[in-house]
């Protein structure tokens, strides 16, 4: 089984920036994509950021040029650097991993991120 920690949600004033991280942990063979996704209230879960083993990446419209993901495979941990932050990017973040094999999805708990004045 594998667990997923995430960290570093908060309250930021719009223009701000946040880092969020999360970490894997349990019986570990490779993970293939990790990333992020996010739950705004009324609305559906979306991809924010996800990245490849190899570091191919890819991020929703809404967010090019202000995050950035990043991973780091011998420790199994990826992050979500949030700059230039809107209030629509108010919302649950979730971290996710891509685990093969055996080929399963894992989630985190959520991280609440709120971008108010």
């Known amino acids: 089984q594998v667990q997923l920690v995430e960290s570093g949600g908060g309250l930021v004033q719009p223009g701000g920036s946040l880092r969020l991280s999360c970490a894997a942990s349990?019986?570990?063979?490779?993970?293939?994509?990790m990333g992020w996704y996010r739950q705004a209230p009324g609305k559906q879960r979306e991809t924010v950021a996800l990245?490849?083993?190899?570091?191919?990446?890819i991020y929703v419209d809404s967010v090019k040029g202000r995050f950035t993901v990043s991973r780091d495979n011998a420790k199994n941990t990826v992050d979500l650097q949030m700059n230039s932050l809107k209030p629509e990017d108010t919302a649950v973040y979730y971290c996710?991993?891509?685990?093969?094999?055996?080929?399963?999805?894992?989630w985190g708990q959520g991280t609440q991120v709120t971008v108010s004045s």
């Open positions: 990245i490849s083993s190899g570091g191919d990446t």
């Open positions: 349990g019986t570990i063979t490779n993970f293939m994509r």
């Open positions: 996710y991993a891509q685990h093969f094999p055996p080929n399963r999805n894992y």
